[in-house]
């Protein structure tokens, strides 16, 4: 198995880079289902990047964009994380990705609530988070 960094998913999903696209393409052509692996951090970075000054996306293209990830065959990655962030992400509009993130990692985690200083935070998700 062999791990994907973000620079590689952005221009397989993006194809704004022709010969990197090529490249990356090849490679997925020819991998075994699960045999790449993307870490959840590269996730967060590829929700960063896309909602930045560059690509300027809105979150629902944003979760489309991560969904897509995950349903390659290639591709092994904590769907169970990501079926449940993308959705709270997109419909909770004052929140971070990674702090979706974390509220869900709490809940699959048995850890809940996350526990924060953050009020806007536990604000936005009243059910999932505590301010201390």
């Known amino acids: 198995m062999s791990s994907l960094d973000t620079n590689t998913v952005l221009r397989f999903v993006l194809r704004d880079i022709s010969d990197q696209t090529e490249k990356i393409a090849a490679l997925v052509d020819r991998a075994k289902p699960g ?15 896309l909602a930045g000054k560059l690509y300027k996306f809105d979150r629902t293209l944003i979760g489309e964009f991560l969904l897509q990830i995950a349903d390659i065959p290639q591709i092994s990655c904590n769907r169970s994380l990501l079926e449940r ?4 992400y997109t419909k909770t509009s ?9 509220a869900i990692y709490a ?13 806007k935070l ?4 009243p059910k999932s988070v505590t301010v201390l």
């Open 35 to 49: 045999s790449l692996m993307v870490a959840d951090a590269v996730f967060f970075e590829c929700a960063w990047i």
């Open 85 to 88: 962030v993308v959705p709270l």
């Open 94 to 102: 004052n929140i971070s990705f990674i702090d979706a993130c974390l």
């Open 107 to 119: 809940e699959l985690n048995n850890s809940a609530p996350l526990l924060t200083f953050d009020k």
């Open 122 to 125: 536990a604000k936005a998700l």
